[in-house]
């Protein structure tokens, strides 16, 4: 018999505590799964029910950490190195970026508005429930096999990388070309359009307007403090009270 | 004693955690005291050196003074984000340190032969990478919670940087991962044995010596814990104390220990990765050696680290953002290449 099947085993027949007495691989997988997916619904509940976002993105980097735990119970190690790193790791820092960098404030507590859907849901809820129970007790948890542990003694990380460049290159190919082309969108529209958008236009003016101040001796060419203090002195003489002159006379 | 069962086993590893973490407290206790003294020796004058012999008590002293510090907090700052920012820091600090292995399997009387590493995994090397990834959040937070311009500055100079030299970081030790073909760092290490103790990755003479990825690592490695020349986000001169301006007493501490824990963290990787870690001559013969080649090392970086401090002026965050993304990721990309392109030409002969 495998380790994971005499765990099983014992597990049925000594019950829960006994087999936590022996050490029972069983027994701790179903304490951490309990664990960690109670981190994850109270986390994801969190997010949802939060009025200030920070404290959502917050409570989402939670059940992020809390699935790449089950991930390990899984006996997936990769795949739960690989989700912090890119999703807690990454993306949510891009998400707390943009949340403090637009200062998005609380929002104000609401009325519920859809109170005559709360029958609906309730019901929804208990028809799901009990399709559940059904499932596991009428039909019984025969089908349900331990998981085999993996095969090789190479580990989880080479076949994945095997398999990503042999059997599903044309995918891994597709999905880095799908990521290039949201990295050349995001640059695109983050671009300053006024280096872009001087047409010919703008140019031809601007020379117009650089000729017209110098007629009236507003701009002198080359001497940046000599243009402040005439500027200055032609806003005083317009009446201007808001533009002091020392502001002029420090030119550059 | 029954040393297979698992819970003996598990208890074992929180007995060597304990150990492991009272261990780099102390480190970084005195890495702050040396820092201090050996700034002080550069710049020209003493450092601490009244209490105790030489100085050597003053982090009992700094640590009582934190403690009995009080403890400001901000008006208007969102309280729950503002504790849990150096929680998050210091947290990130100390996760990785147990995957790094510190000596060869030794000896011991009862127990019999005991690899010196805490936790050896698969995916010991991308849970560092992992780990650090999440670091940036205790500095990005607690810039944001302090309600405060000064800290809200720093605090996004300093994620921006750290995740910009992230990507140099973690592809600079591509190149090592290639050599070694395993992600786990006990197998690194073992791999760097033979020549003397000597085949080192970064001089590796029967293979690719990993010289560029070192140096970008090492560049990396000084971005990612925001040291000298790359600490304009706690630059003193400009945003008052960066994103732990509005942090007082313990919590400060907090910060401050993170951020040498980190030193250290980085330092150990440096060398488990590219100076061989526990290898070194006459190691197979006397294995307890191989700790002392270990702090050795850690030490020889650490004193790196606080030199370059006392002699190199800091960039500027523009100077630093296109060193790190216009120069630094293209040779890190490079190395990984150049290793990659090597390996398999010496594979086919």
């Known amino acids: 018999?495998?380790?994971?099947?005499?765990?099983?085993?014992?597990?049925?027949?000594?019950?829960?505590?006994?087999?936590?007495?022996?050490?029972?691989?069983?027994?701790?997988?179903?304490?951490?799964?309990?664990?960690?997916?109670?981190?994850?619904?109270?986390?994801?509940?969190?997010?949802?029910?939060?009025?200030?976002?920070?404290?959502?993105?917050?409570?989402?980097?939670?059940?992020?950490?809390?699935?790449?735990?089950?991930?390990?119970?899984?006996?997936?190690?990769?795949?739960?190195?690989?989700?912090?790193?890119?999703?807690?790791?990454?993306?949510?820092?891009?998400?707390?970026?943009?949340?403090?960098?637009?200062?998005?404030?609380?929002?104000?507590?609401?009325?519920?508005?859809?109170?005559?859907?709360?029958?609906?849901?309730?019901?929804?809820?208990?028809?799901?429930?009990?399709?559940?129970a059904f499932?596991?007790?009428?039909?019984?948890?025969?089908?349900?096999?331990?998981?085999?542990?993996?095969?090789?003694?190479?580990?989880?990380?080479?076949?994945?990388?095997?398999?990503?460049?042999?059997?599903?290159?044309?995918?891994?190919?597709?999905?880095?070309?799908?990521?290039?082309?949201?990295?050349?969108g995001a640059i695109t529209l983050a671009r300053r359009t006024q280096v872009l958008g001087m047409t010919a236009d703008d140019v031809l003016n601007s020379q117009a307007l650089a000729q017209a101040g110098e007629a009236r001796g507003i701009i002198q060419s080359g001497d940046t403090a000599a243009t402040g203090r005439a500027m200055a002195r032609e806003q005083i003489e317009q009446g201007e009270a808001a533009q002091p002159s020392p502001d002029g006379k420090e030119g550059e | 004693m029954d040393w297979n069962n698992s819970y003996i086993q598990v208890g074992l590893k929180l007995v060597g955690i304990n150990v492991a973490f009272v261990v780099v407290l102390m480190?970084?206790?005195?890495?702050?005291?040396?820092?201090?003294?050996?700034?002080?020796?550069i710049q020209g004058r003493l450092g601490p050196n009244r209490v105790g012999y030489g100085g050597i008590l003053q982090p009992f002293a700094d640590l009582l003074k934190f403690i009995f510090k009080e403890e400001i907090t901000p008006d208007k700052a969102t309280k729950f984000v503002y504790f849990l920012a150096p929680i998050i820091a210091i947290t990130a600090a100390l996760m990785p340190i147990v995957v790094y292995p510190f000596g060869p399997t030794v000896n011991l009387p009862f127990i019999g032969p005991v690899a010196l590493v805490i936790a050896r995994f698969d995916i010991a090397l991308l849970y560092v990478l992992g780990i650090t990834s999440v670091g940036v959040y205790g500095i990005a937070l607690a810039g944001w919670a302090s309600n405060s311009k000064y800290s809200l500055m720093g605090g996004l100079r300093a994620s921006a940087q750290m995740i910009s030299y992230e990507l140099s970081l973690g592809l600079s030790l591509v190149g090592v991962v290639l050599m070694s073909g395993t992600l786990d760092l006990y197998s690194i290490v073992e791999q760097q044995g033979g020549w003397f103790g000597m085949r080192w990755n970064i001089i590796r003479p029967d293979g690719l010596p990993q010289l560029i990825g070192f140096i970008v690592y090492l560049i990396s490695a000084i971005a990612e814990t925001n040291r000298v020349p790359f600490d304009l986000p706690e630059a003193e001169t400009e945003l008052v104390a960066g994103f732990h301006t509005e942090y007082s007493a313990l919590k400060f501490a907090l910060f401050f220990m993170a951020e040498y824990v980190n030193m250290f963290t980085v330092s150990m990787l440096a060398?488990?990765?590219?100076?061989?870690?526990?290898?070194?001559?006459?190691?197979?013969?006397?294995?307890?050696?191989?700790?002392?080649?270990?702090?050795?090392?850690?030490?020889?970086?650490?004193?790196l680290y606080i030199w370059l401090r006392g002699t190199l002026p800091r960039f500027r965050f523009d100077q630093l953002m296109n060193f790190g993304w216009k120069f630094l990721l293209p040779v890190a990309i490079l190395n990984v290449i150049l290793t990659a392109t090597l390996m398999f030409f010496m594979l086919r002969q």
């Not at chain 1, 331990?146 to 999905?175: K, N, Q, R």
């Open chain 2, 27 to 41: 480190i970084v206790a005195y890495t702050v005291l040396a820092e201090r003294r050996i700034l002080a020796l």
């Open chain 1, 135 to 184: 499932m596991l007790t009428v039909r019984g948890t025969s089908r349900i096999e331990p998981l085999p542990s993996p095969a090789s003694e190479v580990g989880l990380t080479a076949s994945i990388g095997t398999g990503l460049f042999t059997e599903y290159l044309l995918p891994f190919e597709i999905t880095s070309v799908l990521i290039l082309m949201a990295l050349v």
């Open chain 2, 271 to 303: 060398t488990t990765l590219f100076l061989g870690g526990w290898q070194g001559p006459f190691v197979e013969q006397v294995p307890i050696l191989g700790v002392f080649y270990f702090l050795g090392k850690v030490i020889f970086f650490l004193f």
């Open chain 1, 1 to 132: 018999m495998s380790a994971g099947r005499r765990d099983f085993v014992s597990f049925t027949r000594a019950g829960f505590a006994g087999s936590l007495r022996a050490g029972s691989f069983m027994a701790w997988t179903i304490i951490f799964f309990v664990l960690f997916g109670g981190l994850a619904i109270g986390c994801a509940l969190s997010m949802v029910a939060q009025r200030n976002p920070l404290y959502s993105a917050i409570s989402l980097i939670g059940v992020f950490v809390a699935l790449a735990c089950l991930y390990v119970t899984l006996s997936a190690p990769f795949i739960a190195a690989v989700q912090i790193i890119v999703y807690a790791g990454a993306i949510m820092v891009l998400v707390v970026f943009v949340i403090m960098l637009l200062n998005a404030e609380e929002e104000a507590r609401r009325p519920v508005r859809l109170r005559h859907l709360i029958p609906v849901a309730v019901g929804l809820a208990t028809v799901l429930i009990a399709e559940t």
